[in-house]
């Protein structure tokens, strides 16, 4: 059930006025306590967080904000879904397990992933995260084939570790001199052409792993051609290399299958999971492989997280994969048909020179004439009330499975109104 803001004069409406008030002015001004304390990569976009319901943000003033970015996938069932915040407030378990200690709900986790993951996946590793999902995958690939060269896509994202960022974008070196060596990296368009080129790297047989996304979300929902996904299953098969594959974002529904594997019958030696997982109650992930890998490397991987798979983000990641069984294929239906909905509107827009929508589900991508007019649009719709993402020259749009029509309607009138 949607959450109403508090009305005027509740102590939730006076803590909104107080919050705004601390980003907009006085001794201690939220922009500059951020700027001076907190860490992070450029400048903070100008919302102030104050609460979230269904497919939007609240900020501290009690404005709402359309939410077509669920936290970059993670929120893929709205925010405020009811069984997942009755599982984060009704546990009642322990603080915290050690890593050598039995677990029920652990083994229970473990073995739901194992049933709905594709083809032989079985084996979960725990982790708090989609970075450390891949380092995971990273290590569990050289234990396997004692080999240590990998193969990736060109600006795709993997995470923000030394390893996930040796896979990750080309222009990572210029400022890491010493991320691993021996990755290597195929550029878009994935098709027959691309394929050449992995099996020119594959046949020497010192690759590791080829790891990509399904539908690569960063590169503004790129789907790759079905020959490629297959031709390079069929190639890491013929020379020895695991297939990784990095749903961490394209998990859990996002492109109209629970994972986006399924669009291309893909059955991966390893996958990467995170995000939607929780649906944005606790940091949780996993590297599910094979059993007969999980046996050979046993005594060589030791993926230790001190907080992974904490007892309070199991018990809502329960939750969330029973909810996502229970509603599965009203929920997939919901996604197709809103994938389809996006992708009609935006090809209709009239964009300022060439676009091109793309994407599957609500995994949605535009890609526009320059890094400039992407940014504009993006800083225009934040002032609207709507969320999108605005990198380089591509605008992403991931809205909730469950998004409505009149919010998706809503949205994208906003969104055409920028251009």
Known sequence: MPRAAAPTGTSASRSFASEHAVATGGPMNLRELDS???????EAKDVVVGDSADSQLIDA??????????????????????????????FDGPDYVHPDYLYRPWAQLAEMLAGI??????????????????????QIAMAYTGRGAFVSIDDAYHGNSIGTMSIGASDHRETFKNLLRNCHRIAPPLDLKALGKLETLLKKRN???????????????LVPETDFMRGARALCSRYGTLFIADEVATGFGRTGKLFACEH????PDVMCISKAITGGYGGLGAVITTPKIAKAVKKD?????????????????????????????????????????????????AF????????????????????????????????????????????????????????????????????
């Open 117 to 138: 993951t594709p083809g032989k996946l079985a084996v979960s590793y725990r982790t708090t995260g989609g970075t450390e999902s891949v380092e995971g995958a990273l």
């Open 301 to 349: 991987v030791n993926l230790y997280s001190t907080y992974g798979w904490h007892p309070l983000a199991v018990a809502v990641a329960l939750a969330n994969l029973r909810y996502l069984k229970r509603h599965r294929t009203r929920l997939l239906k919901n996604t197709t048909a809103m994938g389809d909905y996006f992708l009609g509107r935006l090809g209709s827009m």
């Open 61 to 90: 003033r009690g404005r709402r904000y359309i939410d077509f970015m669920m936290g970059w996938c993670v929120g893929n069932l709205g925010w405020g879904n009811t069984e997942l915040r009755a599982a984060a407030r009704s």
């Open 36 to 42: 001076r304390y907190f860490g992070r990569h450029g």
């Open 207 to 221: 690759v590791a792993a080829f790891i990509m996304e399904p539908i690569i979300c960063n590169l503004g929902a």
């Open 352 to 419: 300022k020179g060439r676009a091109t929508a793309r994407g599957k589900g609500v995994a949605i991508g535009v890609e526009v004439q320059s890094e400039r007019y992407a940014t504009k649009i993006g800083d225009a719709c934040r002032k609207r009330g709507l969320l999108v993402s605005a990198e380089e020259n591509l605008l992403m749009l991931f809205p909730a499975l469950n998004v409505t029509g009149p919010i998706a309607q809503r949205g994208l009138d906003i969104f055409e109104e920028c251009l």
């Open 264 to 267: 291309f019958d893909l059955d």
